[in-house]
Nanobody, 125 residues
Framework: QVQLVESGGDSVQAGGSLRLSCVLS????????MGWFRQAPGKEREGVAAIYIGTSPPGTIYADSVKGRFTISRDHAKSTMYLQMNELNPDDTAMYYC????????????????WGQGTQVTVSS
């Protein structure tokens, strides 16, 4: 059974930092594309960052709203993916989900076939 388990969500003040983690288990093959999505109340789920480990160094893509503030990384040996989030602001408040996908893109959730349960990030001003 494939599982993705997120952790690290918390409530922080604007300007603060958080590091999210996602542990992937149950796959019998190496899933080269993983990513982070978020969903705020009343809004659609949106892509935040994705990483592709098929190249060296791994390829990464980010939503414009988080470029320069968020960094995605992956420790393949630990089957763990991270999202370092700096300079957080209230617009970053959302449930954050990790996912494993087939296509290295953020503009569609249909290409992402495994999802975690989410971890809540709340940023207060």
């Amino acid at each position: 059974q494939v599982q993705l388990v997120e952790s690290g969500g918390d409530s922080v003040q604007a300007g603060g930092s958080l590091r999210l983690s996602c542990v992937l288990s149950g796959l019998t093959y190496i899933n080269k594309v993983m990513g982070w999505f978020r969903q705020a109340p009343g809004k659609e789920r949106e892509g935040v960052a994705a990483i592709y480990i098929g190249t060296s160094p791994p390829g990464t893509i980010y939503a414009d709203s988080v470029k320069g503030r968020f960094t995605i990384s992956r420790d393949h040996a630990k089957s763990t993916m991270y999202l370092q989030m700096n300079e957080l602001n209230p617009d970053d408040t959302a449930m954050y989900y990790c996912a494993a996908g087939r296509v290295f893109r953020l503009d569609s959730t249909s290409d992402w076939h495994y999802w975690g349960q989410g971890t809540q990030v709340t940023v207060s001003s």
